[in-house]
């Protein structure tokens, strides 16, 4: 066993580790009093100082627990309950006096480290808690081996060979039960796209690197132009900022009709991952018919989850290219009010109107405006204090982001009595063509506007008349040098770590492919797989149950073999069938005596070779082993002679 002071230090540092992979769970003062408790409990080991009394640990332990409890409401039950989890362990290892009292140590980390899959799916942090794992079932053995025993690797080599198979066996055909209990929801803050857009916001999202969602495409990928992945609808204005309507944070599910046009068309299906947002709305590309997995479609082509994004989801979505149509007059009505600000826009949008009575041209117009007059995209524009910020841009900064680009369209639009509304989502996206998937990150979050055109909804994104490279290339290509650099700065600079962070999300893409994907309908579609192909199934399984018995086999009779004597296997080989005949319990040599009684003509180098054998095995003389050789190979014909004549009798 190992002393108790590494026993000690071992827990201390496992304590330290499930502590910073629970760290989205701890507020940072709290992460601070338990490295305050695990840094007086190791500097009390290596000091060799008593452990504190179990009163004071339990009134230190009981302080805590309120502090904990008083910052429920921040922290959400399910963080709380993990953090209360923690300090019971770390109330345990602050009292340790003997081994004995931490077997229920050892399993409340047990029950930690898995707790850890609740935060976080990637597959680094898998990895992480894997090795957690194995550093806490180190200490599970080490508690309890005798003292002085060694690790034996082989032995453990062998049994991960047995386990792997059945893990593997149970995690592909096992069922799948559902979830006993609900976990109460955590109070995370939320990421990617909020219910409300004013300038500003998006800038502020497409500064950060993070990953939204990825995609892999069921046939080619589409243009970059039509890359717009829808999330949210903004169709209340209230002059300055775009809300997500009552209508649309209350709808039901929602199954499009399909005409007869569009069940002929070219359909575009795909599957996505989500990350967690807690969030509900997720993306979708063009204008969806279906969707498949734990979500649903909503009126408008939006689709959403069930409940909050806390883990990645995986989801699939059939649809086509081209306009939605309108669906009720009061979302006709939504989408027509400007806003009681800003009326030197509304005043432009009357003499645009004049000229172009129709949509289509009013649209075409406003863009041949946004492309001939001095407008500039910018990452940092300027502000746009007060309640006429519309008004602001368009006449006097002229410098924005798609935000400001599509706010200002849709309030024009709305000006000229046509119903617009503003999009948010993300545009583009990194394609992976080895891996075959698309990589759609926060800073792709965009803005654009959708009007009303002879009853269906019509795209128009006013950004690519400003900056056509934002949607035909990235993002990069259009900003200076001094913008790109809030993008790419810090460590993203380096091109190594920047080549490593890609590969280590290629690998990740298939861990939540393969493993977290694998869910209920996955196995099911499985089951069928297996059930076709049962006839080869069962003969494959045949043949390795035959090839497994005849390795099986040979390698007790090798084992066997390894344990007689040298003599014995020397005789073994050379009278075969005659020995064949012996008693099982009969000794050799007295079987050789027997045969030299009833065989004559044999007797005398019967009786010798039962002498050499017996001196061989019991006296364990080597040159009786020699003799015996010796005489086996002169006396050939004999052996064969007497084969014949015990044969024929």
Known sequence: MLKQKNLLLLWAALQTGILLLLQQAFSGWIIGVFLLLLLYRVDSVLRNRPTLSLKWVNLLAGLVAIALF??????????????????????????????????????????LTGCCFILHQDMAIAMLVFAVFLLNLYSHYRLFAPTGAQLNWPQTGRAVLIILPLWLGMFLLFPRLPAFWQIPDANVAATGLGDSIDP???????????????????????????????????????????????????????????????????????????????????????????????????????????????????????????????LSEQEQQLNLAPGAANPATKQFAAELLQQYPQPAQLVQALTEHF?????????????????????????????????????ASAVILRAAGIAARVVGGYQGGQWHPQQNYLAVRQREAHAWVEYLDNGVWQQFDPTAAVAPERILNN????????????????????????AARQQLMHLDYYWSVWVLGFNDNSQQQLWRQLKQQLPVIAAAAAIVLL???????????????????????????????????KQPTQPVSAYLRQLAASQTQHSAWLQQLADYYEQAVYAEQPQALAQLAALLK???????QLRSSIKNA
């Open 634 to 640: 002169r006396r050939r014909r004999q052996v064969k």
């Open 70 to 111: 008083v910052n429920l409401r921040q922290a959400g039950v399910l963080h709380f309950m993990l953090q209360i989890l923690l300090l019971a362990a770390v109330a345990r290892l602050l009292a340790l006096q003997h081994l004995y009292e931490a077997r229920q140590l050892v399993w409340v980390h047990y029950f």
């Open 200 to 326: 500003g916001s998006i800038e502020k999202l497409v500064q950060d690197d993070s990953l939204a969602f990825r995609v892999e495409f069921d046939g080619p990928l589409p243009p970059r132009q039509q890359l717009y992945w829808r999330a949210r609808l903004y169709e209340e204005f209230d002059g300055r900022s775009w809300h997500v309507s009552a209508m649309r944070r209350t709808a039901a599910r929602y199954t499009p009709p399909a005409t007869a046009t569009e069940k002929e068309a070219a359909q575009q299906s795909y599957s996505v991952i989500a990350e967690a947002s807690r969030q509900t709305s997720l993306y979708a590309l063009a204008r969806p018919l279906s969707v498949s997995g734990s979500v649903r479609l909503n009126a408008g082509g939006l689709v959403s989850a069930n409940k909050p994004l806390s883990q990645r989801l995986s989801y699939r979505v059939n649809g086509i290219y081209g306009p939605a149509a309108l």
């Open 371 to 407: 492309s001939s007059q001095p407008f500039y995209y910018s990452l940092t524009p300027p502000l746009l204090p007060g309640a006429n910020s519309v008004d602001q841009f368009l006449f006097n900064s002229r410098t924005g982001f798609c935000s400001h680009y599509a706010s």
């Open 547 to 581: 090839l497994t018995g005849i390795v099986i086999g040979r390698h007790l009779l090798t084992r066997r073999q390894h344990t007689l004597p040298a003599a014995t296997l020397l005789l073994h080989r050379a009278l075969r069938p005659l020995l064949a005949q």
């Open 475 to 498: 993002l990069d290509d259009i900003l200076p040098q001094e913008q790109r650099n809030l993008l790419s700065s810090g460590w993203r600079q380096l091109a190594f770590l920047q």
